[in-house]
């Protein structure tokens, strides 16, 4: 077995590796890619979606990412059908990081693979630990959360604005909070919520219709 092999062994086992051992991995990186990705038009929608596909492992149909968006490989990011990303999403994508279909991401969220030892000594030459994250199809993350490494977020769930992620979510759950804990499942009750039309006081002068 090569050492690299044996890095790459560590690496997928959730191991300690430092940034020298990984080095070799370099030449997946796609900063410049990103970097250029960045700096298009809104409107080039073929540039923009020839560079998403140069960048990214894998990329379904009727995807959108907003500009900008960060990450540290990118090639280590798998995103399926009808994907939305907003603003200043970051992957740190040392390790996959898996988006199924149907995906909606607000605004600040970052999905991290990667984390540190505690102990200081521990750190030397940035050592640390990567484990994939997975985010299932149709699920929903609000503002600024913070998804950490080996979690699995289920089918349809929703994260609330401002949570960290740090274990696995269920499947059609409502979840909140640092840390972020499920609160409710989604039901159908949740069918009728957010779903009438609300006209301006002004102009409304009996009961509200849909």
């Known amino acids: ?28 990186r796609r900063a410049d890619l990103i970097f250029e990705y960045n700096g298009t038009r809104p409107g080039d929608a073929e540039v923009r979606r020839e560079l998403l596909e140069r960048i990214l492992g894998s990329v379904g ?22 994907f939305f990303g907003n603003v200043n999403l970051t992957f740190v994508d040392d390790v996959e990081i898996r988006i199924g279909d149907g995906v ?34 149709r699920v929903w993350i609000g503002s600024n959360v913070v998804v950490l490494p080996g979690v699995r977020i289920g089918y349809g769930s929703v994260i609330g604005a401002g949570s960290v992620v740090s274990r696995d979510i269920p499947p059609m759950s409502v979840a909140v909070g640092v840390p972020c804990r499920v609160v409710r499942p989604i039901t159908d ?20 219709t849909a």
Do not use: K, W
């Open 104 to 137: 909606m991401i607000a605004p600040g969220v970052t999905l991290t693979t990667t984390g540190h030892p505690i102990h200081p000594d521990l750190r030397e030459d940035f050592r640390r630990f990567s484990e994939p994250i997975v985010i299932e199809d």
């Open 61 to 82: 149909a009727r995807t959108v990412l907003l500009s900008p968006f960060h990450a540290g490989f990118g090639s280590n990011v798998h995103i399926g059908d009808d």
């Open 189 to 208: 009750d949740d069918l009728t919520s957010r779903v009438q039309a609300v006209e301006p006081a002004s102009r409304s002068a009996g009961p509200r």
């Open 1 to 28: 077995m090569s050492d690299h092999d044996e890095v790459l062994g560590r690496i997928r086992s959730g191991l300690l590796y430092t940034e020298s051992e990984a080095a070799f991995q370099n030449s997946r």
